[in-house]
């Protein structure tokens, strides 16, 4: 089937009344049944309670779905919320035993990070009733779970590079927070998969720009590292800050504190 045949459902009764070769698109998940026994679903951005919510009526809906296997790709999931994470995990500890119609279940995560563990570790926490497996890399997961891949990575590929035009500025956002010391708008272009002048633009058509996004990205990596006995100096350069001096106004620009009384409140 031809991807720009897949059927946009406008809600989830018109998903449920007929699955196979039609998709869901939410503001920060996607889902997609491309072919008769396989899915694929992605999330991108930072997924909060409200998205949490949102999610929670799509894996309700599975009851009714045809057996199929499905991938679920989170690489693109910026940052979890605690609260979400909470829902996420009641509702898995709730549900996750009932009957479903569902084979098998690839997950793709970052190759580290809280995300990976969160990804890999809830299944396992749970004993699934079902194979689930954890990758990096798409196409091994769809090998795993027998997909046809041409079919179900080209639909992948459609719903996440819907989800990360919607969710541009956290994209962006999140890379900047991995790579805070040496990010730059030509590497930032590049990491997330556009030209230095499409980023540029993408962002301006958002009202903001990289350099806003840089500096409080850097300034919720130097959050973190002010709950550590680093020093001021140190922090300003593993966030990424060209100087303590540049630190300091930025820090306070965004929160309204310099560092010095940002890591005394955190001591109290």
């Known amino acids: 089937m031809a ?11 018109d998903l449920k009344s007929s699955p196979v070769g039609a998709r869901f698109r939410a503001a920060r998940f996607a889902y997609a049944m491309p072919v008769e026994g396989f899915a694929v679903a992605a999330c991108a951005g930072r997924f909060d309670l409200e998205d949490l919510e949102a999610l929670v009526p799509l894996l309700a809906a599975f009851r009714s779905f045809p057996e199929h296997a499905s991938l679920w790709d989170v690489s693109r999931v910026e940052a979890l919320a605690p609260d979400a994470f909470s829902g996420l995990q009641e509702y898995f500890s709730t549900h996750f035993r009932e009957s479903l119609p569902i084979l098998r279940v690839a997950v793709v995560a970052p190759p580290r990070g809280p995300l990976r563990a969160t990804a890999a570790g809830m299944f396992a926490f749970l004993e699934p009733p079902y194979p689930v497996r954890a990758f990096t890399d798409a196409g091994e997961a769809l090998d795993w779970l027998g997909a046809p891949r041409e079919a179900c990575r080209a639909a992948l590929d459609d719903e996440i590079a819907a989800l990360v035009a919607g969710a541009f500025d956290d994209v962006v ?10 990010a730059n708008v030509e590497s930032c272009a590049k990491g997330v998969g556009v ?14 720009s990289f350099e806003a996004l840089a500096n409080r990205a850097r300034v919720r990596v130097a959050e973190r590292l002010l709950a550590t006995d680093a020093s001021l100096g140190s922090i300003a350069f593993e966030a990424g800050f060209s100087s303590p001096e540049r630190f300091s106004r930025v820090f306070r620009d965004v929160t309204g504190d310099t560092p010095s009384a940002a890591r005394a409140k955190l001591a109290r």
Do not use: H, M, P, Y
Not at 195 to 207: H, I, M, P, V, Y
């Open 3 to 13: 991807i720009s045949s897949l059927r946009t459902c406008v809600s989830l009764d």
């Open 173 to 182: 956002s999140g890379w900047i927070e991995a790579n805070a010391k040496t």
């Open 195 to 208: 030209s230095t002048r499409t980023l540029q633009r993408r962002l301006a058509e958002r009202g903001t």
